[in-house]
């Protein structure tokens, strides 16, 4: 148990579909993260928040949505993806933004796109 | 690129064995952090070594960091089967007024037993 929940777990979902991902953390951190980890390539960073405020978009497409609804919580809207969406989005938080600080990941959704 | 980049791509080896992976990075980094991850699961963190710290231990692991050769390695002695995972090095560098790790994509490590 992390202290960071990610739910659902696997989630397969046609193009035209909408969905949304969410991610809980108990561990009192005022920053989230969102990652996407694709077969065999590094962690890419989409986007991180601090105290429920966005602070980086990571160049990542419209058809994802993220919210940040208070400092436990995090979503990632998704309509209209793409086959190359499919991957494993991970959810991260840290204490703070700044500083020498570890992040505390949850077990990700498997995303599939038909 | 500036992420962390892992030597090997992937490792088998024997129970008992001693196991190391390397990292290099092209930046300033503040500190640089080693994950761990299991098939299915989300990423642990195993250890943090500052940018100021040559050495760090923590139980069978053992992490180096030469900032002047912008290479850290992980050393995990006496490998157990339950090590078999995927290891990620992180360095973490302050950009756009926030630290990010930039991760790369990892060792493979396979302890057979």
């Known amino acids: 148990e992390t202290g960071v929940t990610q739910t659902p777990r696997h989630l397969v979902m046609g193009m035209t579909n909408k969905k949304s991902l969410k991610c809980e953390q108990h561990l009192g951190h005022n920053a989230m993260y969102w990652y996407k980890q694709s077969a065999k390539k590094p962690l890419e960073l989409m986007f991180v928040y601090s105290l429920e405020e966005r602070v980086e978009n990571n160049s990542v497409p419209s058809r994802f949505s993220p919210e940040c609804p208070n400092s436990s919580h995090l979503f990632l809207h998704l309509h209209t993806l793409q086959p190359e969406d499919s991957a494993l989005y991970l959810c991260?938080?840290?204490?703070?933004?700044?500083?020498?600080?570890?992040?505390?990941f949850g077990d990700g959704t498997r995303l599939s796109i038909l | 690129s500036q992420q962390g980049e892992e030597d090997p791509q992937a490792l088998s080896i024997q129970e008992g064995e001693n196991a190391t992976m390397n990292c290099s990075y092209k930046t300033s980094i503040n500190n640089l952090q080693w994950y761990r991850q299991n098939s299915g699961r989300g990423l642990v963190h195993l250890i943090l070594?500052?940018?100021?710290?040559r050495e760090k231990h923590s139980g069978r692991l053992r992490v180096t960091l030469d900032t002047s050769k912008k290479s850290s390695s992980l050393l995990i002695t006496a490998s157990r089967a339950a090590d078999t995972a995927s290891y990620f090095c992180a360095p973490d560098m302050f950009s756009g007024g926030y630290n990010k790790l930039i991760f790369g994509a990892g060792t493979r490590l396979a302890v057979h037993p």
């Open positions: 991260a938080s840290s204490v703070r933004l700044v500083g020498n600080q570890p992040q505390h």
């Open positions: 070594i500052r940018s100021n710290e």
